[in-house]
């Protein structure tokens, strides 16, 4: 266990966990030990976790100074992390009454910090007050729960002064969760195990804190700040994080539904989505319809557009090759879908909406007129799109997809794994119901596409029946089946020869003729078969 050594000779542990850069993460308590925080719930498979011990908690010293523990005064110790990581600028993450510390840092050190995560923070630090009123808001919202009536009776002893918190403090600590289950209990033990609630008082003493100069401070961080909130959570309620979030430049406000106080208990992989795209430095987030939707964008920002559209079980990475050579010439946008990658999983999917996503996301960029290219699923949602909206894209690729004619035979019921990695398994089962029974109208509409549009096949290697990508592409006004014999996952296996179909139709070079040549076909088994069954 490392330990760095603080101005007055206290030594302060921390706690290293999982792999990549690293993101220094501060708990809260105030004054508890690290060890609550446990993985973040899975956020070791993305970034490095460095977890410190506040001085006096878990395995770091006992300060021979009591007055250090005030707040503020440990803005210190942050700096003395960094500068012992070797860190030029911190990737910092905050919970709960450590949020104040972070403010604090961010406000004195702000050309220190590259990123700030604040999960369910506290605002003392900002002014911000959180109420009696939110509190009784947050509780209401969990009326019915078998805990609620005894519960809500002890608050209202402790809001009367008729009781103290630790006399009330069992009766009230499932309102802390999105749901009191046997995860949250567990968790909830080892939070009160490695906390000195005797230090609160000291980690907020008189002179800890001075608002109006820290809202000064931090209205001139230039570090992109991400503000998460849980819907049920009374401190702060997500109105007030909303206060706080309006006090950066560039501040992300999300409110992970379901979620209390600990949200990364509450639903590990939403809280690890959320975290991880803000993170990246590679992805960002849009808002369409209140889903999120991550997306990564390489090349020239002044150049020509084109997005690109996974398949199903996939996510942007999957285009992360065909994207770096397309990056050349082109500003390339590859995006996940809902439930997919670091994107929300709202739990509800259909063809309909993914195209919905696509045609919030094109002018919430401002990429009205960006050429289209989708692969099976997005292909699938690319197609209902340009039917929908025909003047929104420019050009359409759509390679192997699933050209809205009945299976035959239909899918039977799949076989959902128990962790799917990267996507939601109840995708599968969604489309392949609409797979069977297709919409006519969709197959209908292919007259309505009124871009120039290459129908990639994938040869008898492929998923789809090939007489069917021919028959898409004879009701297409403008359209030209090209084979390239390379299985499913064409723009995996055939690179080189998809990009150079692209750039015979005009996306990444120019030619004369603008025109796709039918390339020979030949068969390669293409991917894994676990990639092979979520692309079906």
Same mark, same amino acid.
């Given at each position: 266990?490392?330990?760095?050594?603080?101005?007055?000779?206290?030594?302060?542990?921390?706690?290293?966990?999982?792999?990549?850069?690293?993101?220094?993460?501060?708990?809260?308590?105030?004054?508890?030990?690290?060890?609550?925080?446990?993985?973040?719930?899975?956020?070791?498979?993305?970034?490095?976790?460095?977890?410190?011990?506040?001085?006096?908690?878990?395995?770091?010293?006992?300060?021979?100074?009591?007055?250090?523990?005030?707040?503020?005064?440990?803005?210190?110790?942050?700096?003395?992390?960094?500068?012992?990581?070797?860190?030029?600028?911190?990737?910092?993450?905050?919970?709960?009454?450590?949020?104040?510390?972070?403010?604090?840092?961010?406000?004195?050190?702000?050309?220190?910090?590259?990123?700030?995560?604040?999960?369910?923070?506290?605002?003392?630090?900002?002014?911000?007050?959180?109420?009696?009123?939110?509190?009784?808001?947050?509780?209401?919202?969990?009326?019915?729960?078998?805990?609620?009536?005894?519960?809500?009776?002890?608050?209202?002893?402790?809001?009367?002064?008729?009781?103290?918190?630790?006399?009330?403090?069992?009766?009230?600590? *499932?309102? &802390?969760?999105? @749901?009191?289950? /046997? $995860?949250?209990?567990?968790? !909830? =033990?080892? #939070?009160?195990? +490695?906390?000195?609630?005797?230090?609160?008082?000291?980690?907020?003493?008189?002179?800890?804190?001075?608002?109006?100069?820290?809202?000064?401070?931090?209205?001139?961080?230039?570090?992109?700040?991400?503000?998460?909130?849980?819907?049920?959570?009374?401190?702060?309620?997500?109105?007030?994080?909303?206060?706080?979030?309006?006090?950066?430049?560039?501040?992300?406000?999300?409110?992970?539904?379901?979620?209390?106080?600990?949200?990364?208990?509450?639903? *590990?992989? &939403?809280?690890? @989505?959320?975290? /991880? $795209?803000?993170?990246?430095? !590679? =992805?960002? #987030?849009?808002? +369409?319809?209140?889903?999120?939707?991550?997306?990564?964008?390489?090349?020239?920002?002044?150049?020509?557009?084109?997005?690109?559209?996974?398949?199903?079980?996939?996510?942007?990475?999957?285009?992360?090759?065909?994207?770096?050579?397309?990056?050349?010439?082109?500003?390339?946008?590859?995006?996940?879908?809902?439930?997919?990658?670091?994107?929300?999983?709202?739990?509800?999917?259909?063809?309909?909406?993914?195209?919905?996503?696509?045609?919030?996301?094109?002018?919430?960029?401002?990429?009205?007129? /960006?050429?289209?290219?989708?692969?099976?699923?997005?292909?699938?949602?690319?197609?209902?799109?340009?039917?929908?909206?025909?003047?929104?894209?420019?050009?359409?690729?759509?390679?192997?997809?699933?050209?809205?004619?009945?299976?035959?035979?239909?899918?039977?019921?799949?076989?959902?794994?128990?962790?799917?990695?990267?996507?939601?398994?109840?995708?599968?089962?969604?489309?392949?119901?609409?797979?069977?029974?297709?919409?006519?109208?969709?197959?209908?509409?292919?007259?309505?596409?009124?871009?120039?549009?290459?129908?990639?096949?994938?040869?008898?290697?492929?998923?789809?029946?090939?007489?069917?990508?021919?028959?898409?592409?004879?009701?297409?006004?403008?359209?030209?089946?090209?084979?390239?014999?390379?299985?499913?996952?064409?723009?995996?296996?055939?690179?080189?020869?998809?990009?150079?179909?692209?750039?015979?139709?005009?996306?990444?070079?120019?030619?004369?003729?603008?025109?796709?040549?039918?390339?020979?076909?030949?068969?390669?088994?293409?991917?894994?078969?676990?990639?092979?069954?979520?692309?079906?």
């Amino acid at each position: 266990m490392p330990k760095f050594t603080k101005y007055d000779g206290t030594r302060i542990a921390y706690h290293l966990r999982g792999d990549g850069p690293p993101l220094i993460c501060l708990p809260g308590g105030p004054m508890g030990a690290s060890a609550y925080l446990g993985d973040l719930g899975r956020l070791t498979a993305h970034r490095r976790l460095v977890l410190p011990d506040p001085r006096g908690a878990g395995d770091s010293e006992v300060p021979d100074d009591p007055a250090s523990f005030r707040c503020d005064r440990q803005v210190a110790d942050v700096e003395t992390l960094r500068v012992h990581l070797g860190l030029d600028r911190l990737d910092l993450l905050a919970h709960s009454a450590s949020g104040n510390l972070a403010l604090l840092y961010a406000a004195r050190h702000p050309d220190r910090v590259r990123s700030l995560t604040l999960v369910a923070p506290g605002v003392r630090a900002v002014g911000i007050e959180v109420t009696e009123d939110d509190w009784r808001a947050a509780v209401a919202l969990r009326a019915g729960e078998p805990w609620y009536e005894e519960g809500r009776a002890a608050l209202e002893r402790l809001w009367a002064k008729e009781a103290s918190w630790g006399e009330v403090l069992d009766a009230i600590r *499932p309102f &802390a969760y999105g @749901r009191w289950d /046997a $995860a949250a209990q567990r968790h !909830e =033990a080892l #939070t009160r195990a +490695v906390r000195d609630q005797a230090l609160a008082g000291a980690y907020y003493a008189d002179g800890a804190f001075d608002p109006a100069a820290t809202v000064a401070a931090l209205a001139g961080l230039a570090a992109p700040v991400l503000v998460i909130a849980g819907e049920y959570d009374g401190g702060p309620a997500p109105t007030r994080a909303a206060e706080l979030a309006a006090l950066f430049p560039d501040a992300e406000l999300v409110v992970q539904w379901g979620a209390g106080h600990s949200p990364w208990v509450d639903d *590990p992989e &939403a809280f690890v @989505r959320t975290v /991880a $795209a803000f993170l990246d430095p !590679e =992805a960002r #987030t849009v808002v +369409v319809d209140g889903v999120r939707l991550a997306e990564r964008a390489r090349g020239p920002r002044t150049a020509p557009p084109v997005i690109l559209v996974h398949g199903r079980g996939r996510d942007s990475r999957a285009w992360d090759h065909i994207a770096e050579r397309l990056a050349a010439a082109l500003r390339v946008y590859a995006l996940d879908l809902r439930g997919h990658g670091l994107s929300d999983w709202p739990g509800s999917y259909s063809f309909e909406a993914f195209r919905d996503d696509l045609h919030g996301f094109i002018p919430e960029l401002g990429l009205n007129g /960006a050429d289209l290219v989708g692969h099976s699923m997005g292909g699938a949602a690319a197609a209902l799109l340009a039917e929908e909206a025909p003047g929104l894209i420019g050009r359409l690729v759509l390679e192997e997809t699933p050209p809205f004619f009945p299976l035959d035979p239909p899918r039977g019921p799949a076989e959902r794994p128990e962790r799917a990695p990267g996507f939601d398994s109840t995708v599968i089962e969604a489309t392949d119901a609409q797979l069977n029974d297709p919409d006519p109208a969709w197959r209908g509409r292919f007259a309505a596409i009124a871009t120039p549009t290459p129908v990639v096949a994938g040869g008898r290697a492929g998923h789809v029946d090939q007489k069917k990508p021919a028959r898409m592409a004879s009701r297409v006004p403008d359209a030209r089946l090209v084979t390239i014999g390379a299985g499913h996952l064409v723009h995996t296996d055939r690179p080189d020869q998809i990009l150079s179909a692209l750039g015979e139709f005009g996306i990444g070079r120019t030619h004369g003729s603008g025109r796709l040549p039918s390339l020979p076909s030949d068969q390669v088994p293409s991917a894994s078969a676990a990639t092979e069954r979520a692309q079906r």
